[in-house]
Nanobody, 125 residues
Framework: QVQLVESGGGLVQTGGSLRLSCTAS????????MGWFRQGPGQERQYVAA????????DYADSVKGRFTISRDDAKNTVYLQMNNLKPEDTAVYYC??????????????????WGQGTQVTVSS
């Protein structure tokens, strides 16, 4: 029902920055919890960050806390992931995800109903 499209991935050097965007097709974007996940080579999909539907509460995985920032612009149906001080271990395919409703279990991939196709982020050393 809801289509999500990520953009902004690419190649960056260690210590550099990158900003990912995810645009949703729904006209009820403000009612969705939005999350970012990533999957590195040979790894399981890993939780990165999430934002409540009102955008006033955010949450981050310990591995990215202090370096990544999630934000949203409801007028543009877009959620962002600002990634600073990137490290080689951040290399992964990054996925945008969404679910409508309550703010709970947002760190679990199986909680999300809609997923984008992913965008590749590669950090060179």
């Amino acid at each position: 029902q809801v289509q999500l499209v990520e953009s902004g991935g690419g190649l960056v050097q260690t210590g550099g920055s990158l900003r990912l965007s995810c645009t949703a097709s729904t006209r009820a974007f403000s009612g969705y919890t939005m999350g970012w996940f990533r999957q590195g080579p040979g790894q399981e999909r890993q939780y990165v960050a999430a934002s409540t539907s009102n955008g006033r509460t955010t949450d981050y995985a310990d591995s990215v806390k202090g370096r990544f920032t999630i934000s949203r612009d409801d007028a543009k149906n877009t959620v962002y992931l600002q990634m600073n001080n990137l490290k080689p271990e951040d290399t992964a395919v990054y996925y945008c995800a969404a679910f409508f409703g309550a703010w709970n279990n947002f760190y679990r991939a199986d909680r999300y109903d809609y997923w984008g196709q992913g965008t590749q982020v590669t950090v060179s050393s």
